[in-house]
């Protein structure tokens, strides 16, 4: 089922009910679900969950059979333990202070891998044009253990359905600020799968992994791209990562679906990591893919979620451009952020959200067509991405 022109239309799925906000790790924890509430409210007020062509779809708990198609047996049970009964289990990341237990832990995760699965179904089936989830995105989850805030890794099990349901080729590209090492590990060996992290390199931030010379097990080398940026790199870098290596690679792998995970984690507010990006430069991201996946895949795109944890300055805003561009409904970056929602925040939090849709810096984009600058950093880091994986998919990494 690999036909290629005119899809049908169809509306665009976003899923959300309320009871997704039960994946939570606690008062304290940075993985509130505060933060998925709260892009939702942004995005009704900003009305793109409105219209025929949007489709709101809850999510019932994936059962263990789907959850066994990637964690193992043992895993699934001892998430099952730690929820009903409080059993830490640390062999396997359950009870950890990335990833404490807490009451219908299994449910609430369960529910992120419905989501995504259905998500990604919907749209190889042409009943979605295009999918978000952004309770999704959960890229450390191992097969078996509990990873970075991570319990079942609702990518790498929707990926499993696409292959099961007949794509023979999924494309994963993960723009959060940590690796998606869970993902990779899933596919390491799996050339029907690519997946493309560009994250801030593991010298500083978990999980110390997603370097360049990561490029794949020996039956799919350079079916795992890492672009492994220094701390500090700001919206042009990071702009100029992505365009310099996914469409070329994404484009030369001819996926059938492109699957992409948005953690806004990258935003220079963002409390656990050091990466400079705006919610401008995100929603630059969002758009570059959204156009990517109807260029090389007839806009068959999922997209989740992941990391994201100034609450109330980033996640919401970024999030909603992030649907904004899903359901064709553009969030022009100067309007101001609806006076109803930055009153709930105060409600809620005693200070007012933010006003604006943009960060207010313009985007100055450096493409790589403008040549490589051995002195910099970030160039280096490019440049040893395409170095590692280029020459495998037969592309010159010294030419745009
Ligand atoms: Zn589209
Ligand atoms: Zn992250």
Not at 118 to 147: F, I, Q
Not at 207 to 236: C, H, K, Q, W, Y
Not at 243 to 271: I, K, W, Y
Not at 337 to 364: C, H, I, K, N, S
Request: charged share 20%; hydrophobic share 40%; net charge negative.
């Amino acid at each position: 089922m690999t036909s290629r022109g005119q899809r049908p239309s169809a509306p665009v799925r976003v899923v959300w009910s309320d009871d997704m906000l039960a994946y939570d790790f606690g008062h304290g924890h940075p993985m509130t679900s505060e933060r998925l509430e709260l892009t939702i409210r942004l995005a009704e007020q900003l009305g793109l969950l409105d219209g025929p062509d949007v489709e709101l779809v809850d999510a019932p708990p994936a059962s263990d059979d789907l959850l066994r198609t990637v964690h193992e047996a043992a895993y699934v049970a001892a998430v099952r333990e730690a929820s009903e009964h409080g059993t830490p289990d640390p062999q396997r990341g359950l009870g950890t202070s990335d990833d404490p237990v807490f009451p219908s832990m299994h449910e609430a995760a369960a529910r992120v891998v419905t989501g995504t699965v259905d998500a990604a179904l919907a749209v190889w089936e042409d009943r979605a044009e295009h999918a978000v989830n952004l309770t999704g995105g959960l890229h450390h989850a191992m097969p078996g253990a509990a990873s970075g805030f991570c319990v079942y890794n609702d990518a790498a099990v929707a990926i499993r359905a696409l292959l099961a349901a007949g794509a023979t080729r999924v494309a994963y590209v993960d723009v959060d600020a940590h690796h998606g090492d869970g993902v990779q590990a899933v596919f390491w060996d799996d050339p029907r799968v690519l997946t493309i992290s560009v994250h801030e390199s593991g010298h500083a931030l978990f999980p110390g992994t997603g370097f360049a010379r990561e490029i794949g097990g020996a039956d799919a080398m350079g079916s795992a791209v890492n672009v492994a940026l220094p701390a500090g790199t700001d919206d042009t870098g990071w702009l100029r990562a992505i365009e310099a290596v996914v469409p070329a690679v994404v484009r030369e792998f001819a996926p059938d679906v492109l699957v992409t995970q948005h953690g806004c984690d990258s935003h220079l507010m963002d409390p656990l990591t050091h990466l400079r990006v705006s919610v401008d430069g995100q929603r630059a991201a969002a758009t570059l893919l959204h156009d990517l996946a109807h260029d090389v895949a007839d806009g068959r795109w999922v997209a989740l979620g992941g990391g994201g944890y100034a609450v109330l300055d980033v996640v919401p805003r970024s999030w909603a451009h992030l649907v904004g561009v899903a359901t064709h409904r553009p969030v022009d970056p100067e309007r101001d952020v609806p006076q109803a929602w930055r009153e709930l925040v105060r409600d809620r939090y005693g200070r007012l959200g933010p006003a604006r849709m943009t960060d207010g810096r313009p985007l100055r984009l450096r493409p790589w067509s403008s040549g490589y600058d051995p002195g910099d950093d970030v160039d280096r880091a490019i440049r040893a991405t395409r170095a590692a994986v280029f020459p495998c998919w037969g592309l010159d990494p010294d030419l745009d």
